[in-house]
């Protein structure tokens, strides 16, 4: 089974658009809680919380659900906030 590391409380993880559900465009997201790991359609899949990280390093003030596939999440560094 894939680590889950990289969808920890407290990562920045990146996920591109087929990778995620539900949105459009690539996702960057700081994860504010893990609500559920498990496999769906033979995929590890996460449920997150988090804010969405603006291309400048900021938060978007409004937090937001997202599905996300384990194995295509990125681990990413972000300008400091």
């Known amino acids: 089974m894939p680590s889950t590391t990289r969808v920890a409380v ?3 993880i990146r ?3 087929d990778a995620y559900r539900f949105g459009t465009g ?3 997201l700081w994860i504010t809680e893990v609500l559920s ?8 899949w996460a449920e997150l919380r988090g ?4 291309p ?10 997202a ?9 990413v560094e972000v300008p400091s906030r």
């Open 10 to 12: 407290g990562a920045t």
């Open 15 to 17: 996920v591109p658009a």
């Open 26 to 28: 690539p996702l960057t």
């Open 37 to 44: 790991v498990g496999r769906f359609e033979g995929v590890l």
């Open 51 to 54: 804010h969405e990280v603006n």
């Open 56 to 65: 400048d390093g900021t938060l978007r003030i409004r937090q937001r659900f």
């Open 67 to 75: 599905f996300v596939r384990v194995d295509r999440a990125v681990a």
